[in-house]
């Protein structure tokens, strides 16, 4: 892979949680890079560490801890910045958040303080980051409202979040991300807590709006059709692991990874040539987060483990193509010569 | 309007609480057993003025002793209402006058007292909260502990004691018997705020015990919310972000403490008053009740219940003022 | 990490072994609870605190040397110094008789140890005859010293009796009042709070307003108000008994409070209109879906209920509102040291208070253990 165009290159990623019953490794040497203007979809169950890498990149992992690895994000302003190094309360950091690397959460409800309006809350990213005065910030928070579609934005500058729907909320948001236009988005599962039509139209906004700005959007989501829908490349991830990275067409036409095809058999098809088949439900549950299983985290799922090798052995990321690669030692090259 | 909507519900409600106060207050005379005229008697009689039959009637029928409860609740209630709650035995004044003599100290002690607690408990909460864990918050966790074990009227002799060895102040009241009739001088308002801090400490240490458990507690419930991390994602400095959005948040339940804290800080002001000897309503209730001066202990009770209620209210509508989701429903 | 949803959320039918399930389903959780609580330390050291004076309590005429209404020559005696060296030689812990001087100018005694013979401390001697628990009689008591001196260890009061003694019988009225008087406000605020919070709607508002009026009135002026009520001509065991309820009328409130936001909260939850469209009883919802359901907060503001009744009861004693002697509870004998004087020249009467507040303490401790251990969503 070329590492031109690269806005953030993330390597061999570690970030652990040290709690009293034990350590819990939730993000586990984590590669990828993401380009300007791309969209990277992470698609992961709950538990996966998709939503603690995210909050890696913005440094508010805490009570996490990097315990290794890397993060390179090239800053227009500032240039190529390690990340991880920085102190996470410090300016640096704290002029890169918002400014240059944004965050839509999943939880509408509770993602605005209760007791200040939206106005409040979207124009403070703007005299913040942008040194603008009060009245002018209040003005752009208008136009960025208006251009997420929010109705009536004049009169939501002065409402508070319990006053106006969860859709609407996600809105105003995904304006208050976009204020500042940053570089990078970090959407974490923004649409899971709506309904499935709110969920369309917040999902058609958001891709508008890239195109628009050409802002890279890191997109996670337990959804694959959600993912399918704006990503241009997508990583699976199990057990703070990346299974598998491939462009989007490619791994939902023949996905590698067993973990993949499991994922994918389990949403429900209404194609012709679907029909009668069984859906296929992945065997067990997530391991205990405190004793991770040897070998490949998922071989005690897996319906193509190869007993001595996928017990024992963790599989090493292996290129299918340029731009693909799986975690599984069915595509380890030494493994099936012996074959 | 919701607000005033709002706060004419809570006007009505204090009147509802109101009346169910002043039965119990009536209810309080009512219940010993004999009627308090009796024993009143008994108490003339002692002190060797007779008391002949017919002016015994006389005396039955002035207090409408010879009616039915609910009759004798009724005309109380709106004699209350004017002014008139009726003559102290012990005193032998009118119990509002009484009273009133008594109120200034009252309003003085409580309302000293509810500013030292906010004054304290929120910033030591605040402070638990953001460093959990840390030797600060232990201490603060110990000192709370200890404020809430150590019974008023002990805390109230130990510090007398200590003010007395230590520092040489006279004991109870709160002004030295020199100053009583005196007017208004430096030297007396010295005098005065010397012997404020032991009946202060007295009657805020339970509460500011509490208090900071809440605000502890509460701010580290908003600190674990999603706005937080959404805040501190948006580029803002920790101290800025904290006290804008969870510290704003934490406010609420602090503000509507008032609903117990008032009552809380009248049992306490109560208690202080009867150890250190000060002129409050609370030694009156106490001296009343020992006395079975049934008509000043229920005023005692029904002007203690009214400064709550006040209280009450005023916090009720402080907080509609300040949530936008009371204010805006 | 959060378990799916449905796993939480799942029952297993009751045709089969209803029992054995929920023997197995709430043994985990109080042994989840209690696996958390042994982690908080100050809730261990009040949970022995607890123990001792409840055992104390228990054996009280047993442990006490002598009887807490027997009154001796020994006035305002010091607390016993229990010595190892009788003329510089090691021996088994004794005691010196005190001799009283009388200082004829002054009138003012003082105790004067007369060195020339130990008097040891013995185990299990014979002394004042009582009736453990009211039932079984002896005459055994776990230590003391030969008649001709006495053993004070927390000295002696007005009338000469051993503070210790009394200090221990009060310990039983003041402890079992708090007991007690959270046992009525259980039933109390259980019983309406549960109404309350089951029905919802008009009896629910009607409850809640009784509730706020209640509490708008000061507690301890309440409080004095109605134990002035009592008369004065009951026996010990009426007024503990009025005292109790007194206590217990104040506080069915708060319980009754946290008992119908949880069932309002409770009664939400799927698993509980599930039952409902099953056309399981009320009185069977309640006590078999919502009762393990908040149990643990129950017990929590139970534990933190029993302090403050403790309190309320040592105040108004103290203030002579509520119980009265020859009753002996730790705020009867604080009216003892009502006064500087008093305390400064016999601080030992302020062993009461000490033991008031060490229980105070412990209480509180278990409390804010229990609450951190049964709270399930958090580390």
């Known amino acids: 892979m070329t590492t031109e165009n690269n806005l953030l290159e993330v390597k061999d990623l570690k970030v652990e949680f040290k709690l009293r019953q034990g350590t819990v490794t939730a993000v586990n040497g984590v590669s990828f890079q993401l380009k300007k203007g791309k969209v990277l979809g992470v698609v992961g169950e709950s538990g996966s560490g998709k939503s603690v890498t995210a909050r890696t990149l913005l440094r508010i992992e805490a009570p996490g801890i990097i315990t290794s690895g890397g993060i390179n994000f090239f800053s227009p302003k500032h240039g190529e910045l390690a990340i991880q190094k920085l102190n996470t309360t410090g300016e640096l950091i704290r002029s890169i958040r918002w400014k240059e690397i944004a965050m839509i959460f999943q939880e509408p409800m509770t993602s605005f303080g209760p007791m200040h309006t939206f106005g409040n809350q979207i124009s403070e990213v703007l005299i913040l980051h942008e040194k603008v005065n009060k009245a002018d910030a209040l003005q752009m928070v208008v136009e960025s409202l208006r251009s997420v579609g929010m109705p009536r934005p004049e009169k939501v500058i002065n409402q508070y979040p319990h006053q106006i729907s969860g859709g609407q909320r996600q809105r105003a948001m995904i304006a208050m991300a976009l204020a500042c236009n940053p570089e990078m988005l970090i959407a974490d599962e923004p649409t899971t807590a709506l309904d499935v ?143 | ?97 009484v009273i009133v003599e008594r109120l200034p100290a009252t309003l003085l002690l409580s309302f000293t007292s509810l500013l030292v607690i906010y004054l304290v408990s929120i910033p030591v909460g605040i402070y638990s909260a953001r460093r959990q864990y840390s030797v600060g918050d232990f201490l603060a966790s110990l000192l709370g502990f200890m404020g809430m074990a150590i019974p008023g009227f002990l805390l109230a002799l130990i510090l007398m004691w200590i003010a007395y060895q230590g520092f040489g102040i006279s004991i109870g009241g709160l002004q030295s018997p020199q100053f009583m009739d005196q007017p208004m001088s430096m030297a007396k308002a010295i005098d005065f705020m010397k012997h404020l801090p032991v009946p202060i400490i007295v009657i805020t240490v339970a509460g500011t015990a509490a208090l900071i458990r809440t605000m502890r507690a509460t701010l580290l419930d908003e600190l674990g919310k999603q706005y937080v991390t959404t805040a501190r994602a948006k580029g803002l400095k920790e101290s800025t972000l904290i006290h804008k959005y969870p510290v704003r948040a934490a406010m609420n339940p602090i503000i509507s403490s008032g609903g117990w804290l008032l009552p809380e800080l009248f049992s306490g002001e109560t208690i202080a008053a009867i150890v250190l000897g000060l002129p409050t309503i609370g030694p009156l209730l106490y001296r009343a009740l020992l006395g079975e001066d049934m008509y000043l202990a229920a005023g005692c009770i029904m002007i203690l219940s009214i400064l709550t209620i006040i209280g009450l209210l005023i916090s009720d509508i402080v907080l509609a003022i300040t949530d936008p989701r009371i204010r805006l429903g | 990490m959060k378990t799916p949803t449905f796993f939480r959320g799942f029952r297993k039918p009751k045709n089969s072994e209803p029992n054995k399930f929920n023997a197995l389903h709430s043994a985990s959780q109080w042994a989840l609870i209690w696996a958390k609580f042994k982690d908080h330390k100050l809730a261990i050291v009040g949970l022995y605190i607890l123990v001792i004076f409840y055992a104390c309590i228990l054996f009280s005429p047993i442990i006490t040397p002598y009887d807490a209404w027997e009154d001796s020559k020994y006035i305002y005696a010091p607390p016993s110094k229990i010595r190892i060296f009788h003329q510089g030689k090691l021996s088994r812990p004794f005691v010196y008789k005190q001799d009283i001087i009388l200082n004829t100018e002054t009138f003012e005694r003082t105790f004067k140890p007369d060195k020339s013979k130990p008097y040891p401390v013995r185990f299990f001697v014979k002394g004042a005859e009582y009736r453990w628990l009211g039932l079984v009689k002896g005459n055994i008591h776990l230590f003391g010293v030969d008649p001709q001196t006495s053993i004070n260890l927390m000295g002696t009061d007005v009338l000469g009796r051993d503070c210790f003694s009394r200090n221990i019988s009060g310990l039983q009225i003041s402890l079992t009042v708090g007991l007690l008087g959270v046992f009525i406000a259980f039933i109390l605020g259980s019983v309406i709070g549960g109404i309350a919070g089951y029905y919802g709607g008009i009896i629910d508002n009607i409850v809640q307003r009784l509730v706020e009026f209640i509490s ?164």
């Open chain 1, 197 to 339: 039509s709110t969920e369309a139209q917040i999902l058609e906004v958001l891709a508008e709006r890239q195109k628009t700005l050409n802002t890279a959007i890191l997109y996670i989501s337990h959804n694959l059709g959600v993912v399918s829908n704006i990503a241009d490349e997508v990583m699976v991830m199990y057990l703070g692991q990346i299974v598998e990275h491939a462009p989007v067409d490619d791994l939902f036409r023949a996905p590698k990874h067993p973990y993949t095809a499991a994922l994918l058999n389990s949403i429900p098809r209404i194609d012709k040539a679907y029909e009668g088949q069984k859906l296929e439900v992945l065997s067990g549950g997530i391991p205990d987060p405190y004793n991770h299983p040897t070998g490949c985290k998922f071989h005690p799922r897996c319906p193509k483990v190869i007993k001595g090798v996928c017990d024992k052995i963790q599989p090493l990321q292996y290129a299918v193509s340029e731009t693909w690669s799986v975690a599984c030692h069915l595509y380890s090259t030494s493994i099936n010569s012996e074959k």
């Open chain 2, 1 to 97: 309007m919701k607000l005033i909507k709002y706060i004419i519900k809570r006007l009505l409600w204090g009147t509802l609480v109101l009346l169910f106060v002043s039965f119990f207050s009536f209810l309080v005379i009512q219940l010993p057993p004999g009627d308090f005229l009796s024993s009143y008697i008994a108490r003339l009689e002692k002190s060797g003025m007779a008391v002949d039959n017919q002016s015994m009637v006389a005396l039955r029928h002035s207090y409408g002793l010879d009616q039915p409860f609910i009759v004798q609740y009724g005309k109380w209630f709106y004699r209350f209402v004017r002014g008139d709650m009726g003559v102290s035995f012990l005193y032998t004044k009118k119990v509002e006058s």
């Open chain 3, 216 to 379: 708008c009135i000061p507690t301890i002026p309440m409080w004095m108000a109605l134990s002035a009520v009592i008369p004065q001509d009951w026996g010990n065991l009426k007024v503990y008994f009025a005292i109790t309820v007194i206590l217990a009328l104040r506080s069915w409130t708060g319980l009754s409070r946290q008992v119908r936001s949880k069932l309002l909260q409770l009664r939400e939850e799927e698993y509980i209109v599930a039952a409902k469209v099953c056309g399981t009883s009320g009185w069977k919802i309640i006590t078999t879906h919502l009762l393990p359901g908040f149990m643990s907060y129950l017990i929590v503001s139970l534990t933190l209920e029993i302090p403050k009744m403790i309190l309320g009861e040592t105040t108004l004693s103290f203030l002579g509102l509520g119980l009265r002697a020859p009753t002996v509870s730790l705020g009867v004998l604080l009216q003892d040291a009502q006064n500087l004087a008093a305390i400064s020249a016999y601080p030992w009467l302020l062993i009461s208070a000490l033991l008031v507040v060490i229980a105070v303490l412990a209480f509180n401790f278990v409390g804010d253990g229990i609450r951190d251990a049964a709270d399930p969503y958090k580390n």
